[in-house]
């Protein structure tokens, strides 16, 4: 089915930024839209950003608009999420999927084991 593999997660300060990658062993061109959600402790995963599979359309939960920004490797199977600006708010285990549908969201892989953020001073 193919796996992901997120990385770039650590400890940042408040302001500081960080680059995730998520690398899939599939095709991402022919999965199509790619995504990033985020699972904050104790509460639900939620979506954060998605890419179309030409990377010409992006979108963005309102909290991260104008701080992160998401892009996609077709030739190398990885999309990105550059993080600026971050704040303890954005605290979370971070995911990345292949989506198949929007509300509900649904996927094409199974979830790999996602990297931890931590912004704290």
């Known amino acids: 089915q193919g796996q992901i593999l997120e990385s770039g997660g650590g400890l940042v300060q408040p302001g500081g930024s960080l680059r995730l990658s998520c690398a899939v062993t599939?095709?991402?061109?022919?999965?199509?839209?790619m995504a990033w959600y985020r699972q904050p402790p104790g509460k639900q995963r939620e979506l954060v950003a998605h890419?179309?599979?030409?990377?010409?359309?992006?979108g963005y939960t309102d909290s991260v608009k104008g701080r992160f920004t998401i892009s996609r490797n077709n030739d190398q199977n990885t999309v990105y999420l550059q993080m600026d600006s971050l704040k303890p708010e954005d605290t979370a285990v971070y995911y990345c999927?292949?989506?198949?549908?929007?509300?509900?969201?649904?996927?094409?892989?199974?979830w790999g084991r996602g990297t931890q953020v931590t912004v704290s001073s």
């Open positions: 999927n292949a989506v198949r549908s929007f509300q509900p969201d649904t996927f094409w892989l199974n």
């Open positions: 599939r095709n991402i061109y022919r999965l199509g839209t």
């Open positions: 890419i179309s599979n030409g990377g010409e359309n992006t």
